[in-house]
């Protein structure tokens, strides 16, 4: 079955900037979307169609793509930022597929 | 403003059944695609099922012939019926509604709170 790749934890200190990298081999083909999940709290969509910021979401939540990997990037990290990041997309036959998460701890 | 709120979750033995509500409010469940995505205790996400505005359904093969999805349209409801759970089932569910970005392919913009199924003895 089809699978995304994250790295298990990723770590920064405050004010820096944090990358999180997802690979699948579809995603030259299929869009990328990022939640943030903060414990005991749903996911919050904080990037759609590998690059697009939906409303309210702070302007240092970035993402990008290049060939089998998709990245997000968080400039200027804060506290708050501390959080479960997941990737999605899908497979070839457009079903659902999640990353399995990366912890971003914030030093 | 757009709410999901969930309710139904608890405890039922191995091969029992349980039915999950989604209540909306801010937006119209049935002209739009709603989803259910369920979290294992410390995992990561699952997509179990969707419904299309048209109806149709789809399901993870994980739950598939054993989960339904439904709505009430007069309720502003979604609905997951689940039969024949197993252990493997114990998660958080949330329901999701889920937007088309390409033909066929979709995410989820908005999130209710989730509820938790425990399916143990």
């Known amino acids: 079955s089809y699978e995304l790749t994250q790295p298990p934890s990723v770590s920064v200190s405050p004010g820096q900037t944090a990358r999180i990298t997802c690979s699948g081999d579809?995603?030259?083909?299929?869009?990328a979307y990022w939640y943030q999940q903060k414990p005991g709290q749903a996911p919050v969509l904080v990037i759609y169609k590998d690059s697009e910021r939906p409303s309210g979401i702070p302007e240092r939540f970035s993402g990008s793509s290049s060939g089998t990997t998709v990245t997000l990037t968080i400039s200027g990290v804060q506290a708050e930022d501390e959080a479960d990041y997941y990737c999605q997309s899908a497979d070839s036959s457009g079903t659902v597929v999640f990353g399995g998460g990366t912890k971003l701890t914030v030093l | 403003e757009v709410q999901l709120v969930e309710s139904g979750g608890g405890l039922v033995q191995p091969g029992g059944s349980l039915r999950l509500s989604c209540a909306a409010s801010g937006f119209t469940v049935s002209s739009n695609y709603m989803s259910w995505v369920r979290q294992a205790p410390g995992k990561g996400l699952e997509w179990v099922s969707v419904?299309?505005?048209?109806?149709?359904?789809y399901y993870a093969d994980s739950v598939k012939g054993r989960f339904t999805i439904s709505r009430d349209n007069s309720k502003n409801t979604l609905y997951l019926q689940m039969n024949s759970l197993r252990a493997e089932d114990t998660a958080v569910y949330y329901c999701?509604?889920?937007?088309?970005?390409?033909?066929?392919?979709?995410?989820?913009?908005?999130w209710g709170q989730g509820t938790l199924v425990t399916v143990s003895s």
């Open positions: 999701a509604r889920t937007r088309i970005a390409v033909a066929g392919t979709y995410y989820f913009d908005y």
């Open positions: 419904i299309y505005s048209g109806g149709s359904t």
């Open positions: 579809a995603l030259p083909k299929q869009y």
